[in-house]
């Protein structure tokens, strides 16, 4: 099956690419970014593809036959493109946040919340964002025993920012600092309170001298003493190859989920008090391979296909 991918040299969209590459069923049709149109996609991302394809245009990979496309562009392009695609009979994964908020339009693809019936019947699939799917993950097996707020503090590295020059960013700037970022006021929230069926969090991102990464601390009051919260979340994620349920909170660390398509969370308790600690790799399940796992799901695929190489830690 063919698939167009657009904003293809973004750092998202380079995960993309690699992961398509070595998919066992599906193949790149077209990849589309302006700004490198003409040049190999071998240069942006290291690897031999399959007759040393370039860059194309987002005009011309709009005219190219596919079964469906994945879009790592500006919420702006997505909502161009969306209608556009759908007028030729192409299904839509979005990577931006275009669609997140939209549940009539769109499916919310939190793969490791289930509804994999509804992904198998979509047509659009909205990706979730990358603070999102970590902050849900974590949350989930909580929903329902706590009292108040969730408070959640959480680190990311400069490449949730997407490619752009921006001085903020550079090495220069944010070599030996942390900083944070839309307090009380980040787009994630809603996202992640629709996820969780209305639990109230509240969520303080900082950027991390690093270059990917989400690495998160969940801090709530439970209603009651839970003694087996452990087992619940083992429970939950019982059979998800992307979420790894460590042994305890101190063994979540972001060494080992960069470059790998997991979500790691650890639990501890004492008393009423409970603290979740999650981490993932903001541009693989936090993007590009759980834009995968969706893309898998809405063309009928085992989940997994093309990411069992990726499942396990660096």
């Known amino acids: 099956m063919q698939i167009a991918i657009f904003g293809a040299a973004g750092y998202s969209g380079v995960e993309l690419l690699k992961l398509l590459e070595g998919h066992p069923t599906l193949r790149i049709a077209a990849a589309a970014s302006d700004?490198?149109?003409g040049k190999p996609i071998s240069a942006m991302t290291g690897l031999s593809h399959r007759g040393d394809p370039v860059f194309?245009?987002?005009?011309a990979v709009r005219e190219?036959?596919?079964e469906a496309a994945l879009l790592a562009v500006p919420p702006e392009a997505a909502q161009e493109l969306v209608p556009a695609l759908h007028a030729k009979g192409v299904r839509v994964v979005d990577l931006s946040n275009a669609y997140r908020a939209r549940p009539a339009e769109a499916h919310y693809g939190i793969t490791s919340l289930g509804s994999i019936d509804a992904?198998?019947?979509?047509?659009?699939?909205?990706?979730?964002?990358?603070y999102a799917t970590c902050a849900i993950t974590a949350a989930a097996?909580?929903?329902?025993?706590?009292?108040?707020?969730?408070?959640?503090?959480?680190?990311?590295?400069?490449?949730g920012a997407g490619r752009k020059a921006d001085e903020a960013l550079s090495l220069g700037e944010m070599y030996g600092e942390v900083r944070a970022y839309r307090v009380l006021k980040h787009q994630h929230v809603p996202e992640i309170v629709a996820a969780l069926g209305g639990q109230r969090i509240v969520l303080t991102t900082h950027l991390l001298p690093i270059a990917r990464g989400i690495?998160?601390?969940l801090t709530a009051?439970?209603?009651?003493?839970?003694?087996?919260?452990?087992?619940?979340?083992?429970?939950?994620?019982?059979g998800d190859p992307t979420v790894v349920v460590?042994?305890?909170?101190?063994?979540?660390?972001?060494?080992?989920?960069?470059g790998t398509a997991q979500c790691h969370v650890g639990v501890a308790t004492e008393e009423r008090t409970v603290v979740v600690t999650a981490a993932l790799d903001n541009l693989m399940k936090g993007a590009a391979s759980q834009a995968v796992e969706n893309l898998n799901l809405m063309l009928g695929l085992p989940r997994m296909a093309g990411l069992e190489h990726v499942a396990r830690h660096a």
């Open 215 to 217: 690495f998160m601390t």
């Open 35 to 37: 700004a490198n149109a």
């Open 246 to 258: 460590q042994p305890t909170a101190e063994d979540v660390t972001l060494r080992r989920v960069v």
């Open 141 to 159: 097996p909580l929903v329902g025993l706590v009292e108040g707020s969730i408070a959640i503090s959480a680190g990311s590295g400069v490449t």
């Open 221 to 238: 009051s439970l209603a009651k003493p839970e003694p087996g919260l452990l087992q619940r979340f083992r429970d939950r994620y019982a």
């Open 119 to 130: 992904a198998r019947t979509a047509s659009l699939i909205a990706n979730p964002g990358c």
């Open 56 to 59: 194309m245009t987002t005009a």
């Open 64 to 66: 190219v036959r596919c």
